[in-house]
């Protein structure tokens, strides 16, 4: 006799969804974006909201107070002379280049070097021109211009080259270097003050440069040309 065996229903997870599944976590709320909104009503409701998850928010409130704070501040030293306001222009002329030229390093460092090369020369030659007892503003002012001009002469040369062996920025340093030792020099002796400084500026510029290298580069081509030539001459004369 067969007998018949009742068939059990089979349990599955879409019949019965307490067997053999797992609880599905929740979804999580998604981070409000950190981009700048689009109008500024929902902007401004997240700003005064400071939710900890929203990096915008968070972030732009102090740079909103601080930013008032230092405008108030530049302010106020501007409205007290004249002299003031054209340092807190020019500081802020200085400011506005550095943010611009955060990302170029050696352009951003050979202005710098330029800059304090250009003042230590200057204060140096009018240093000079007054431990001598000679106060005549046009003999400080001519050998000052000099020295101005030799600084970007130097700034201009280590861009001009087109393939730079070496970092450009620490050209100009090395020649403003040589600039401020020239102008040291000029203290004791001002006509050779600026020749100094000069020359060792093209100096500079020739030994980092590409100028030098391509001269070694073809005297060691004549030396290659010359050894083969002994070592042609060589078998010939021993065979004779």
């Given at each position: ?102 990302r170029r390093t050696q352009l951003l ?89 000069f020359v060792g500026v093209l100096a ?37």
């Amino acid at each position: 006799m067969t007998t018949k065996t009742s068939k059990q229903p089979k349990t599955d997870a879409k019949t019965n969804p307490k067997v053999g599944t797992r609880r599905e976590s929740k979804p999580q709320r998604p981070v409000p974006d950190a981009a700048r909104p689009a109008s500024p009503l929902p902007g401004l409701r997240r700003l005064l909201h400071q939710d900890r998850n929203d990096p915008w928010a968070v972030r732009m409130l102090p740079r909103i107070v601080f930013g008032l704070a230092a405008a108030f501040t530049l302010f106020t030293i501007a409205s007290q002379s004249g002299s003031s306001f054209v340092m807190v222009c020019v500081l802020l002329l200085l400011g506005g280049a550095v943010w611009l030229l955060r990302r170029r390093t050696q352009l951003l460092l050979a202005l710098a070097s330029t800059i304090l090369a250009a003042a230590f020369s200057g204060y140096f030659s009018a240093a000079g021109d007054a431990a001598r007892m000679s106060t005549s503003a046009a003999v400080t002012g001519t050998a000052a211009f000099g020295y101005w001009a030799v600084a970007g002469m130097a700034l201009l040369g280590a861009w001009m080259v087109k393939e730079h062996p070496g970092r450009r920025g620490v050209t100009v340093v090395l020649a403003d270097v040589i600039l401020v030792i020239g102008s040291v020099a000029g203290m004791f002796a001002p006509e050779v003050g600026v020749p100094v400084g000069f020359v060792g500026v093209l100096a500079v510029l020739a030994a980092r440069g590409s100028g030098v290298k391509a001269v070694i580069g073809r005297v060691r081509r004549v030396q290659r040309a010359f050894g083969r030539l002994r070592r042609r001459e060589a078998p010939e004369t021993a065979d004779s």
